[in-house]
């Protein structure tokens, strides 16, 4: 598309506002017009094309950052539009799900989208930055697996978990306080998740204002919870796999695999859009993103995958994360996946360029994110077991969520990411070497030195003085660069 499209000759700000129009126009429209989308896959294309050239133009005329990184964001636009067009094109012949989005979720999102920059603005003008996108909660570390490498080191005999009232005053708050409407649910596994006689289903009820991503493992998915899923309307399920049988049985236990066929089969049956969640290792990186692989879960009707490289936290370990090569493999098949064939395809940490960089600490400049475990520790990021504070005593003490991110642990990630990369100039820092975890370890030890967060378990307090593991990982930081320094420098650099 790059080859034909050209940058708008208009004015920036003409063109911003003709989009703002449009905006608007969508998301005033009735549910009787919703409705026409599931029916009608003419008026779909057109509205695909309106949103496809907008965020085109709106990507190329932004000349802060590298080209490529710009063709990146459009590149993983289109796809997305493709698989939400794919989602109402299968959701079609799913009365269920089709008469709650319809009816329910649609309306009460897009009333929660006109107050978002009132929100926003409001925060912004407390706190002198903008608020987090988003955050991921996990209620429950319960699980019925017990993966190898597992991060949150989950299984049937944990039972921490978050009172259903904590929860749904998150969500409240995050919705109300920062104009947020999308929020991630992880585990442990969400669906076993029981406080107060209450389930995800019932904090999905009470706010259908969000809509919920859930990475499950699957296998709790049948006829009747496929059904459930269908009629709340606004939860996605990505389900965990390793690539085929082979892998996923040998992490995750014996027959898992074909539940999660059959999870999937349900899903398909009611309509319910649903992804894949893929654990790349150094056993499977070779699969993780493969076009076999995409091609395979596509055909059963996967809209999205969700990568995440191994983190030798929890149950992981060195010797199972990929290597730098294979990093380097997984980046090139996954973002030619995106170009070529328009799959949504996500990684956190190959797919730095899509976001700017790091969104952890609930990034000041915006996009970022935060996370909350079962414990209540609010965390920087799912893959940062390092709490500054907990959200179970903040409550009782009446306070806010939003005061971690004036702690100086969040400060200070917050400052290393502008350092890195946020602060106006896309050239100091690399965005396929987004992670201070991962991508720069000495950094980020030298912040939990200076700061001093609470380890979330003992395996993250013992992280923090073992000599071994901190060589072990800026040794791994160090063979990254050497491969994605170059990389970095000739096709995003260089490039005008």
Not at 150 to 177: G, M, P, W
Not at 235 to 242: D, L, M, R, Y
Not at 251 to 276: D, T, W
Request: charged fraction near 25%.
């Amino acid at each position: 598309m790059e080859s034909v499209m050209k940058p708008p000759e208009k004015d920036e700000l003409a063109v911003k506002r003709a989009d703002s129009i449009a905006f608007n126009k969508l998301i005033h429209v009735s549910p009787k017009t919703i409705d026409k989308l599931f029916d009608k896959p003419a008026l779909r294309k057109t509205v695909a094309k309106i949103f496809e050239w907008s965020t085109y133009r709106s990507s190329l005329s932004f000349k802060e950052y590298p080209k490529q990184v710009q063709l990146d964001k459009f590149y993983i636009t289109r796809a997305f539009i493709k698989s939400i067009d794919a989602a109402l094109a299968n959701a079609r012949q799913s009365p269920v799900f089709r008469k709650s989005f319809v009816n329910n979720v649609a309306p009460a999102m897009f009333g929660a989208i006109e107050k978002t920059n009132e929100r926003r603005e409001a925060f912004k003008q407390h706190y002198g930055f903008g608020p987090p996108a988003f955050l991921v909660v996990s209620p429950t570390k319960f699980c019925n697996l017990h993966c190898t490498g597992c991060y949150a080191n989950s299984d049937a005999a944990s039972h921490e978990k978050l009172s259903f009232e904590v929860v749904d005053r998150i969500i409240q708050e995050k919705t109300e306080k920062w104009g947020s409407i999308f929020t991630v649910i992880s585990g442990g596994e969400p669906l076993l998740y029981q406080s107060e006689s209450k389930t995800i289903f019932d904090l999905a009820r009470r706010h259908q204002d969000n809509y919920f991503l859930m990475y499950t493992n699957g296998t709790l998915i049948d006829a009747a919870m496929a059904r459930k899923l269908a009629e709340v309307g606004n939860i996605t399920p990505a389900i965990s796999v390793e690539g085929y049988e082979a892998e996923t049985d040998a992490r995750r236990g014996k027959g898992v695999y074909k539940k999660i066929l059959s999870a999937m089969e349900h899903l398909r049956a009611e309509g319910v859009p649903f992804g894949v969640s893929l654990t790349a290792t150094k056993e499977n990186a070779h699969l993780i993103p493969s076009r076999e692989l995409v091609e395979f879960y596509t055909k059963l009707g996967a809209l999205y995958f969700w990568i995440f490289q191994l983190m030798p936290i929890g149950r992981g370990s060195m010797e199972l994360v990929p290597t730098a090569e294979q990093r380097f493999e997984m980046y090139n098949r996954m973002f030619k996946l995106i170009k070529d064939d328009s799959y949504f395809i996500a990684d956190f940490w190959n797919g730095g360029t899509l976001s700017n960089g790091c969104i952890s600490a609930g990034r000041m400049r915006g996009g970022g994110y935060l996370y909350i475990d079962w414990s209540g520790h609010v965390t920087p990021c799912v893959f940062n077991p390092y709490a500054a504070g907990n959200i179970n005593e903040i409550y009782a003490r009446d306070g806010e969520l939003s005061e971690v991110l004036v702690s100086p642990y969040f400060e200070s990630l917050q400052e290393w990411q502008k350092d890195y990369s946020m602060s106006g100039d896309a050239y100091t820092g690399n965005w396929v070497l987004p992670c201070p975890m991962r991508d720069h370890y000495a950094d980020i030890l030298s912040i939990l030195e200076k700061t001093h967060p609470e380890p979330t378990d003992e395996v993250a307090a013992e992280a923090l003085s073992d000599p071994k593991y901190h060589e072990a990982m800026v040794q791994y930081d160090e063979e990254l660069e050497t491969i994605f320094g170059p990389m970095w420098k000739e096709k995003y650099l260089k490039q005008k």
